[in-house]
């Protein structure tokens, strides 16, 4: 026989409370899971951690050399030598260690860290500046006693002490027989400005390192060069912009020189052309003095030493290619070489041309013995075996660095509001609250900064207040009575 229908009805609204029962605590799961997840990434240990991560990284980042080819770390970290006994090639470019500032790593760890900064804000630095600028005014004495610093005056006016206090400084408020003051409040704010300002500098810094353009180029004197040809991308995010299309032509190069002989300055006469061959703008660079257009600048970095222009024999001028040649040492030496004679000879002789920099060559003969050193521009010929020589120009190459970096202005605004913030959280959050008991005026105070200072500047302050005297004392204890 089947059951009644009443406890059919039992069984199912059971199964439908039970199903209830199981939402609802997924339901309060789900609403607490954010407050964990805040709770975890406020920790400070972990923002340490973070913090530690980052440095280290970072400091990986300046040991290994960035943005090298694959080859350069097949080398330097081989598998059959691994650095520290276990560092190969395999750990720089599976990890992303030759591009560690794009790396997903690095990237990874900054936005933990952001997000421990933002979690650290939202749940303890904002709910301490909520507190802080309520005015709680304190209706016992015991409650101001129990204070860091506090004080009864005898015979005294609360009113009278909150005179003393603004013109101290102190945002004073009376209600009654009870005075709250405080200053300082916006010491409370910095650590706010502080966490905003450092996820300014990461956020400038990660758009650096993922949307940028970089690239390097050696130009003789006289030739021209597009931007776009030499910028490229760092990242993901980088794009390009129209000022690409400018093009760039080097005017001239020269070079100043110290007493001793050796280079001091090099400077190069750069012009900017437009799309439609308008010059828009025109600038001598020199090292730490670049050139800035478009969102792009322009850096001197290095200089080379492009052709040597000759006369031979009174015919001419004919350009030589100057070489860089390998020696001991970091100086620079270029070479090139004049035939002379039969060109067409299986031996080819001819005389032979030396320069550590623009200022002067020297020339050897056929023999490879020194035939003496001339100057550009001296138009002072040289007989080196029969073969009259003229120096007539020494063609430099200059050695230009191109970049854009949207990320500096935020990473400067960053910086800017990180000293700024980090300057006012050392102003002291001062508290006082003061209750009058009659004729006498209970007074409490505390701070988070200077606290050995602090009962200093209150006895200096309550040394000021007037001291109610005779009749006064009891006329003002009657009339706060009523």
Request: proline share 5%.
């Amino acid at each position: 026989m089947p059951p009644p229908l009443a406890e059919e009805g039992d069984g199912v609204e059971a199964e439908k409370s039970s199903e209830n029962d199981k939402n609802g605590v997924r339901g309060l799961w789900l609403k607490r899971l954010p407050r964990r997840v805040l709770s975890v990434l406020s920790n400070l240990p972990l923002a340490i951690g973070e913090m530690a991560t980052v440095a280290a990284l970072m400091a990986l980042g300046t040991v290994i050399d960035q943005g090298e080819a694959p080859d350069f770390y097949f080398q330097r970290y081989p598998e059959n030598n691994p650095a520290l006994g276990f560092f190969t090639w395999r750990w720089v470019l599976t990890l992303g260690f030759d591009h560690m500032y794009s790396s997903p790593i690095f990237l990874g760890t900054l936005v933990l860290l952001g997000a421990s900064l933002m979690a650290c804000t939202y749940t303890t630095q904002i709910p301490l500046v909520k507190v802080a600028r309520r005015w709680n005014f304190l209706q016992s004495t015991e409650a101001i006693r129990k204070q860091d610093f506090s004080e009864r005056l005898s015979r005294a006016s609360v009113r009278d002490l909150g005179i003393i206090l603004m013109g101290s400084g102190y945002e004073v408020f009376l209600k009654g027989p009870s005075l709250y003051a405080f200053k300082g409040l916006a010491g409370r704010f910095a650590p706010i400005g502080v966490h905003l300002a450092m996820l300014l500098i990461m956020a400038g810094g990660t758009l650096s390192a993922t949307g940028s353009f970089k690239g390097s180029v050696t130009v003789p004197q006289g030739l021209n060069f597009i931007v776009g040809d030499v910028l490229g991308p760092t990242g993901f995010l980088s794009n390009p912009s129209k000022a690409f299309n400018t093009e760039v032509h080097v005017n001239r190069f020269y070079m100043d020189f110290y007493d001793s002989g050796e280079v001091s300055q090099f400077h190069t006469d750069l012009s900017l052309f437009d799309l439609g061959g308008k010059e828009v703008m025109r600038k001598t660079i020199s090292v730490n003095d670049p050139l800035r257009y478009g969102g792009f600048t322009i850096y001197q970095t290095d200089w080379s030493f492009a052709a040597l222009q000759v006369l031979k024999d009174g015919e001419g001028p004919f350009n030589l290619p100057m070489a860089p040649l390998k020696i001991n040492g970091d100086k620079k030496l270029f070479g090139t070489f004049l035939p002379v004679g039969d060109t067409d000879a299986s031996s080819l002789k001819g005389i032979s041309m030396l320069a550590r920099d623009l200022q002067s060559i020297i020339l050897y003969d056929q023999d490879g013995k020194f035939a003496g050193v001339r100057r550009p521009n001296s138009k002072l010929p040289i007989d080196i075996g029969g073969t009259k020589v003229v120096i007539v120009d020494a063609i430099g190459s200059t050695g230009l660095s191109l970049k854009t970096d949207p990320g500096v202005p935020i990473v400067y605004a960053g910086f800017g509001a990180l000293m700024l913030t980090t300057c006012i959280s050392y102003l002291s959050h001062t508290q006082v609250w003061a209750l009058q008991d009659g004729t006498a005026v209970f007074v409490g105070g505390k701070t988070n900064r200077a606290k050995a200072e602090f009962p200093e500047e209150m006895n200096r302050l309550l040394d000021h207040v007037p001291e109610i005297v005779g009749q006064s004392a009891s006329e003002h204890s009657e009339d706060h009575g009523g």
